[in-house]
C-alpha cells in the first residue's frame, strides 16, 4: 500500500488535515489540495490511484473537476464527499462520472473501505479486462463471419433492443458488448460491466440495484447499483445464465418497467438503461431445465449475435499472432520478435479451446521466454501427437498439428465426460461450450459408440 497514491480536495483546512493524517498513518501517499485549480495541477504532475474531493468547494464545483479528472483519465477512481441529504446531488455526480460518495458526517474506519474498495475494483478491472496491458482491444478480423457480425452489430446498436451476446469463453463477447456501445447513441454514456458468475449471490442485487444503509448487515451508507449509476448508458452482463432464479424475476421487472427499488426503500427509480447480456452456456436447455426463466430469456434475448471460435476462423490466426507478439513484445521490452514457422504451423494446429484469450496467453508467455525467435519450445502447448503418422512421409507438419489437435480435443471431452459420469450439460459447462456443440462432438467423434477414431487417417 505503501504506494498507493491518494488526491485529496477539501476547502475546509481542519477537514483536509485530518484526512491527510489519517489517510497517511494508513499507508497512503497522500497530496491534498485546497480547490479544483491546484488539482488540475497536481493530477497533470503524477498519477493517482484515487481522488477524494468535497462536491462543494470554493469556486469551482466537485462536478467541474470530475469533469476535468475524466478527460485527464476516465478510469482513475473517484470519491465525492457530500453532506448528509443531498444524496441525490451525489447520484447526479456519480452518473457523470463518479465511482462512489460518502456522506458527512463518517467515521474514518468507513472512509478506509470504501477507498479500498474502489482501488481494489480498479485493478481487479484492469487485471480481467486487459485494460492495465494498455492495448487497444477492439476486433482484429479478415473472416467474413466476422465481418457479418459486426455489420449485424451496427444494426443494433442503432435501436435500444435488449441483446444476448453467445460465444465460447474467450472469443470477446464483451468487446463486442462494447464494439454495440461505441457506435450507440449512447457512446458518451457509461459502459458498465458485471459478472453475475463472479459474485456471490447474495451480493448480486446490491450491485445491480444498489441499496440504503442499514438495509442488510455490513450495508453502512446507501450505494448506488450500477442501474442507477448507468441509467442513461449500457450495461453488459456476463455469465447471465448463472443468475440466480430469484433475480431473474426481479431484472426481468426491472427490463420491463425501465424502474428500480434500492434494497431497503419503497421509493421507485426510473431507469433507462441498455441491457447486453452475454453467455458460454446453452440458454434454451437451461430453459428446457427450468433454471432459466422462459420468459426472462424472452426478454434478454431479442436480438441474438453469435461470435464464431477461433477454430472456425482460421484466416485470423496469422493476424491475431503477429498482433499479440508486438504489443506483448513492446510491453517486455522485446520489439522485432520473429515467430519460427513450425511455431506458427503448431499455433495454427491448435484446436484453441479457450479461443482468443488463450492465444493472447500463449503468445504473452512465449514473449517472456523467447529472446530473439518464438519456437515450438516456448509456446507450452501440451499436444500428444501420434507420431506413428510420420510414418507416412506424405503427410505434412500441418497435418499432423491438425491430427495433435483432434487428438487432444476428443481426450479432453473424454475426461470431462468421465468426470461428471456421463452428465453432457454440465461436461459442456467445464469444457466452456454449448451443449448443442458437445453432442455434434460426441457424434462426430463417435464418443459412447465403438470408441473414438484417434488414429484414422488425415
Known amino acids: 500500500m505503501a504506494e498507493t497514491r491518494i488526491l485529496v480536495v477539501e476547502d475546509d483546512e481542519s477537514l483536509r488535515g485530518v484526512l491527510d493524517s489519517f489517510l497517511t498513518h494508513h499507508g497512503y501517499l ?13 493530477l497533470q504532475r503524477g498519477n493517482y490511484d484515487c481522488v477524494l474531493a468535497d462536491f462543494k468547494l470554493k469556486g469551482k464545483t466537485g462536478l467541474d473537476l470530475l469533469r476535468s479528472v475524466r478527460e485527464l483519465n476516465p478510469a482513475i477512481p473517484y470519491l465525492v464527499m457530500t453532506a448528509y441529504g443531498s444524496i441525490n446531488l451525489a447520484v447526479e455526480t456519480m452518473k457523470c462520472g463518479a465511482n462512489d460518495f460518502i456522506t458527512k458526517p463518517f467515521e474514518p474506519e468507513q472512509l478506509i473501505q470504501v477507498v479500498e474498495k474502489l482501488i481494489t475494483h480498479r485493478r481487479v478491472t484492469e487485471r480481467a479486462t486487459g485494460t492495465s496491458s494498455r492495448r487497444d482491444r477492439t476486433f482484429l478480423s479478415q473472416s467474413s463471419l466476422v465481418e457479418t457480425l459486426l455489420k449485424d452489430a451496427r444494426k443494433v446498436a442503432r435501436v435500444d433492443s435488449s441483446v444476448l451476446i453467445r460465444g465460447e469463453s474467450g472469443t470477446g463477447k464483451e468487446l463486442l458488448a462494447r464494439f454495440i456501445h461505441a457506435h450507440s447513441s449512447r457512446a458518451d454514456k457509461p459502459f458498465v460491466a458485471i459478472n ?6 447474495e451480493l448480486l442485487e446490491s450491485e445491480l440495484f444498489g441499496h440504503e444503509a442499514g438495509a442488510f448487515t455490513g450495508a453502512i451508507q446507501t450505494r448506488v447499483g450500477i442501474f442507477e449509476y448507468a ?5 453488459f452482463l456476463d455469465e447471465v445464465g448463472d443468475m440466480p432464479a430469484a433475480l431473474q424475476v426481479k431484472l426481468l421487472r426491472t427490463l420491463q418497467e425501465n424502474e428500480i427499488r434500492r434494497m431497503g426503500s419503497n421509493r421507485i427509480i426510473r431507469i433507462n438503461p441498455r441491457v447486453i447480456c452475454a453467455t458460454n452456456r446453452d ?8 433454471v432459466l426463466r422462459d420468459d426472462f430469456f424472452y426478454r434478454i434475448a431479442v436480438v441474438s449475435l453469435t461470435i464464431p471460435p477461433l477454430r472456425e476462423r482460421p484466416e485470423d ?6 498482433y499479440f507478439v508486438e504489443q506483448c513484445g513492446l ?7 520473429i515467430v519460427d514457422p513450425m511455431a506458427r504451423e503448431l499455433l495454427h494446429g491448435y484446436s484453441w479451446p479457450g479461443n482468443i484469450r488463450e492465444l ?3 503468445i504473452e508467455r512465449a514473449v517472456v521466454m523467447a529472446e530473439h525467435q518464438i519456437s515450438p519450445d516456448h509456446l507450452g502447448i501440451d499436444i500428444r501427437i501420434d507420431f506413428s503418422a ?5 503427410r505434412s507438419l500441418l497435418d499432423i498439428s491438425h491430427l495433435a489437435a483432434r487428438e487432444a480435443e476428443i481426450e479432453a471431452i473424454e475426461q470431462t465426460l468421465r468426470r461428471t459420469r456421463g452428465n453432457k450439460a454440465r461436461a459442456a459447462e467445464l469444457l466452456g461450450i454449448s451443449y448443442k456443440t458437445l453432442i455434434n462432438k460426441v457424434k462426430e467423434y463417435q464418443l459412447g459408440n465403438q470408441g473414438p477414431h484417434l488414429h484414422q487417417s488425415v
Open 231 to 235: 441509467s442513461e448508458g449500457t450495461i
Open 360 to 362: 493472447e496467453n500463449v
Open 196 to 201: 453475475c458468475a463472479a459474485i456471490p449471490a
Open 390 to 394: 510420420l510414418d507416412d512421409a506424405k
Open 331 to 337: 510491453e517486455a521490452g522485446k520489439r522485432g520478435l
Open 317 to 322: 490466426i496469422d493476424m491475431l499472432i503477429d
Open 283 to 290: 440458454l434454451e436447455e437451461l430453459v428446457d431445465r427450468k
Open 30 to 42: 497522500v497530496d491534498a489540495c485546497v480547490d479544483v485549480d491546484s488539482a488540475l495541477r497536481a
